[in-house]
């Protein structure tokens, strides 16, 4: 079954995990995109809320997760961490970061 969603790329973070509460308490379902393989926190067990463990630079894995689910929205709050990820690499973390973003509207993810 397909269900229609939002996805949400760092939505563990602190900022991703008020968004994503915000969106639930306005009725939305989300898919949470981790890279790291994790279940659903205590605090959302129970809610519209799915688990899909994918690295954002992975254009196929998410392409799999839209496959499987009906997104409607992207919430991309994912980053490096410590950002940015060292003084001499500011300009190439940033893009690194922002193309796959950039790039998901053309793939229908």
Same mark, same amino acid.
């Given at each position: 079954?397909?269900?229609?969603?939002?996805?949400?790329?760092? &939505?563990?973070?602190?900022?991703?995990? =008020?968004?994503?509460?915000?969106?639930? $308490?306005?009725? /939305?379902?989300?898919?949470?995109?981790?890279?790291? !393989?994790?279940?659903? %926190?205590?605090?959302?067990?129970? /809610?519209?809320?799915?688990? /899909?463990?994918? $690295?954002?630079? $992975?254009? *196929? !894995?998410?392409? $799999?997760?839209?496959?499987? =689910?009906?997104?409607? &929205?992207?919430? =991309?709050?994912?980053?490096?961490?410590?950002? %940015?990820? &060292?003084?001499? *690499? %500011?300009? !190439?973390?940033?893009?690194? !970061?922002?193309?796959?973003?950039?790039?998901?509207?053309?793939? &229908?993810?």
């Amino acid at each position: 079954m397909v269900t229609v969603m939002i996805l949400v790329t760092g &939505g563990l973070g602190f900022i991703g995990s =008020h968004t994503v509460r915000a969106l639930l $308490d306005l009725g /939305e379902s989300a898919v949470l995109v981790q890279r790291r !393989a994790v279940g659903v %926190p205590a605090d959302l067990v129970g /809610e519209q809320v799915v688990m /899909e463990q994918a $690295d954002i630079t $992975d254009l *196929e !894995a998410l392409r $799999d997760i839209g496959a499987r =689910h009906k997104i409607t &929205g992207i919430v =991309h709050l994912a980053g490096s961490v410590p950002w %940015p990820p &060292g003084p001499d *690499e %500011p300009i !190439a973390g940033a893009r690194t !970061a922002c193309s796959t973003s950039c790039r998901s509207p053309r793939t &229908g993810v």
